[in-house]
Nanobody, 126 residues
Framework: QVQVVESGGGLVQPGDSLRLSCATSGRPLSPYAMAWFRQAPGKEREFVAG???????RYAESVKGRLAISRDNAKNAAYLQMNSLQPEDTAVYYC????????????????????WGQGTQVTVSS
């Protein structure tokens, strides 16, 4: 059974940092792309950051410069370093995995990813 598990969320104050982790298991081959999405109450799930097998990254404009995605191909894991967190970053953060190649791009749409974790809550509040 393929499994994706996120961890590292929590309650922090504005300006604080968090590091989210995404661990995958159950499939020997490395993912083509891993991405972080987030969903706030009453809002659509939105793309935050993604990284492909070649370490090409892509970010939502709103988080560029504050958040950084990375991956460990040996561990089939991905991470999201979140700095200077603000209340608008409050959401459930989901790790998504695409297994099949898609050129050299990092897709931004939810439909391009087939395996999802259960999410980890990030709350930024003063």
């Amino acid at each position: 059974q393929v499994q994706v598990v996120e961890s590292g969320g929590g309650l922090v104050q504005p300006g604080d940092s968090l590091r989210l982790s995404c661990a995958t298991s159950g499939r020997p081959l490395s993912p083509y792309a891993m991405a972080w999405f987030r969903q706030a109450p009453g809002k659509e799930r939105e793309f935050v950051a993604g990284i492909n097998r070649a370490a090409t990254t892509r970010y939502a404009e709103s988080v560029k410069g504050r958040l950084a995605i990375s991956r460990d191909n040996a561990k089939n894991a991905a991470y999201l370093q979140m700095n200077s967190l603000q209340p608008e970053d409050t959401a459930v953060y989901y790790c998504a995995v695409r297994w099949s190649p898609l050129g050299t791009t990092v897709p931004r749409s939810t439909g391009e990813y087939s395996t999802w974790g259960q999410g980890t809550q990030v709350t930024v509040s003063s």
